[in-house]
């Protein structure tokens, strides 16, 4: 019982960040027939760009702590920077190329993707937390290539904490190293000895170079563009439980006891998120703009001659989509704290299983991105959960697997997602 | 004159659509396009409403030249245009639809009136506000298509093709309509397949061929030219 409620609570906070991001997939696809792949890098930015404005511009302004409103604050300067950027990159990215092949659109998609990662990286990195163990002149390579001969004693004690830096002696300085994970198992090497590392060292890599072995820290302090911060995102929401309840079971090995809390933080972002979401359902289909951007979507030469201007619509469905991605991306920071590097797998992954949502909802659909959302969160957790019950102990790293296989049953057996018509090709 | 085309050349890619096309529609007139298939009819209501740029040529609208202006601006200028296939938006309700044809205007007030007295010329219409456009049947989204384009209240109403694939019955009651609305103050260009009915109802009309004009008059001194019964109205 316990787990499951974990595995629920879960569930909805991840679902609800997944609908935000699927929202903006399938706004744009709606009216411009586009998938717009920078659109996991925008929820990217807007978790960096949150972490700036809360470590940089909070302080200045005389707001320390976790009131409810700097979390505020930062959530909606978060969306206005994100709104901003998601408006230039139609207007210089997909504006320009409106009339030309979807294909044409679709390459510009991931090259706009391409340059957002790599800007991301140039601006927002963590910086490594590692101390020097060890050093010494790399020798030249012995019989086995994935070893390297130590010149002074080093101990080890878990491979995962340690890399090797390999310097060429003729490099300029601060030219970035080769860096090799070390795989030797935990011990005391003494000078002289092999150890051995992955990947190995070529035989142009050895001469007139020197190692060092470094102890890589957990907490990695961030680069952003006005300085130095420590790691992860401040606290800005305060994480006081709500809801707590012990269950006791009585088991073979005795009683357990286990603890399931709710946090006034988990529902700050479900709520935020909830609320997000119900706003977007009204705009769109409770107001004049939003029949305006339906009809854009259905038939974009129509609306034009029904006095739409239609190039302000398809903007602001690109900073709406952009802004909901800015808030995915702070809540995701403020849950996750351990934010990763612009272009981390954890992000892909994130902006991929939004991704899946949309589709799965019918890309295009506003109510099956929502609905996406929840149900790629729930087949991800409760697949997990599912997996552990039934003796499976490795379920819980198949999370992703879950989620595109899902993807799969769904582009077998429904091509045009849940809510999805049919595809309707213009004459 | 309200509408002033002058010499327009429209091409699609190396095909040539219109070359030199010229003609004029006054204050209050019904005036008909005819023509075949291909013959150019859609395209010249196209560039007229902005939704082709020309080549070359003019358009002027109320003695502003509108050429090359976006089809949204001109809307708010008073040129309102019904798209060959009427143009609805069947994922929106009819009310939507409605709604969405009063886009540009800024005047809520008198809106309400324009409302009423355009579901008044289709009473069918307005049994269906809350059904989803994409049921309605075709006559019904022609006459919700004609509606919508009256709430923004026009000076020119461009008309395409709205008895296509109506039935004979549908077609009376629509052209009847068309009537009306110019007797209410707008003034219609129409473009028709159906020559006899077009020609039935305008006041002058424009016979074009391959993106030319090749005859124009009243459109009573056309129904009985020799050229046009032969080639248009199958006699």
Request: charged residues 15%; contains cysteine.
């Amino acid at each position: 019982m316990a787990d499951f409620l974990q595995t629920l609570i879960i569930a909805i906070t991840l679902g609800s960040l997944y609908a935000l991001i699927a929202l903006g997939y399938t706004m744009v696809y709606g009216v411009l027939k586009l998938i717009n792949f920078a659109h996991s890098d925008v929820v990217v930015l807007g978790a960096w760009l949150s972490m700036t404005v809360a470590v940089f511009l909070l302080p200045r302004i005389g707001v320390t702590g976790a009131t409810w409103w700097a979390g505020g604050l930062v959530l909606i300067l978060a969306m206005l920077l994100c709104g901003a950027i998601g408006f230039a990159i139609e207007r210089l990215a997909y504006k320009p190329i409106r009339g030309a092949p979807r294909l044409n659109a679709l390459i510009t998609a991931i090259g706009v993707s391409l340059f957002l990662q790599n800007f991301g990286q140039l601006q927002f990195t963590l910086i490594p937390n590692e101390r020097v163990v060890a050093s010494g002149a790399l020798q030249e390579r012995g019989q086995d290539p994935r070893t390297i001969r130590l010149a002074e004693t080093v101990s080890i004690e878990s491979e995962q904490k340690y890399a090797v830096r390999l310097f060429k002696n003729s490099a300029p300085e601060g030219a970035t190293p080769q860096t090799r994970n070390i795989v030797a198992a935990a011990g005391t090497y003494e000078a002289g000895r092999d150890i051995a590392i992955d990947g190995g060292v070529g035989r142009a890599d050895t001469r007139d170079a020197r190692y060092e072995i470094v102890r890589i820290a957990a907490g990695a302090p961030l680069k952003l563009p006005f300085g130095a911060m420590p790691a992860g995102m401040p606290v800005l929401f305060n994480d006081r439980p709500v809801w707590e309840h012990v269950f006791v079971s009585e088991t073979e090995h005795g009683r357990l006891e286990k603890p399931v809390r709710i946090t006034l933080l988990d529902l700050t972002i479900v709520g935020t998120a909830v609320a997000l979401l119900v706003g977007l359902q009204i705009l769109v289909f409770n107001t004049r703009v939003g029949t305006a951007m339906r009809a854009v979507s259905y038939n974009m030469e129509t609306a034009a001659l029904m006095g739409i201007p239609v190039d302000r619509i398809v903007s602001m469905t690109f900073v709406l989509g952009a802004a909901l991605a800015a808030a995915a991306g702070f809540l995701f920071a403020v849950k996750y704290t351990q934010i990763q590097q612009p272009a981390h797998a954890t992000w892909v992954l994130l902006g991929l299983k939004a991704f899946v949502a949309a589709v799965v909802g019918g890309i295009g659909n506003i109510r099956g991105a929502t609905l996406g959302g929840f149900l790629i969160a729930f087949i991800e957790q409760f697949g997990a959960y599912a997996g552990l019950q039934v003796g499976w102990a490795n379920a819980s790293a198949y999370t992703d697997v879950f989620v595109f296989v899902l993807l799969i049953v769904v582009l077998l057996v429904k091509p045009t997602g849940i809510f999805g018509t049919t595809v309707r090709e213009k004459v | 004159m309200l509408l002033n085309v002058t010499n327009l050349d429209v091409s699609y890619g190396a095909v040539k659509a219109l070359h030199g096309l010229s003609l004029e529609v006054d204050e209050g007139e019904i005036v008909t396009l005819i023509g075949c298939n291909g013959a150019g009819k859609s395209t010249t209501l196209r560039a007229v409403s902005g939704m082709l740029r020309p080549r070359g040529g003019s358009i002027a609208f109320e003695g502003q030249n509108v050429t090359g202006i976006a089809s949204h601006k001109l809307v708010e200028r008073g040129l309102s245009h019904v798209p060959e296939g009427r143009g609805i938006f069947a994922n929106l309700t009819v009310a939507e639809n409605l709604a969405l044809g009063a886009y540009a205007r800024k005047d809520r007030q008198s809106l309400a009136d324009d409302h009423e007295r355009a579901l008044v010329l289709f009473p069918r219409v307005k049994e269906r506000l809350k059904q989803l456009a994409g049921t309605l049947s075709g006559g019904e989204q022609q006459m919700l298509a004609i509606a919508r384009a009256l709430l923004a209240r026009p000076k020119l109403l461009l008309l395409d093709e709205p008895s296509l694939g109506l039935a004979p019955q549908l077609v009376q009651l629509i052209f009847s309509i068309i009537r009306e609305i110019n007797k209410q103050g707008t003034t219609i260009l129409l473009v028709e397949q159906n020559a006899h009915m077009a020609l039935a109802v305008a006041n002058r009309a424009y016979v074009l061929q391959s993106g030319e004009i090749i005859k124009s008059g009243p459109a009573k001194q056309l129904l009985d030219d020799p050229d046009v019964k032969r080639a248009y109205l199958g006699a």
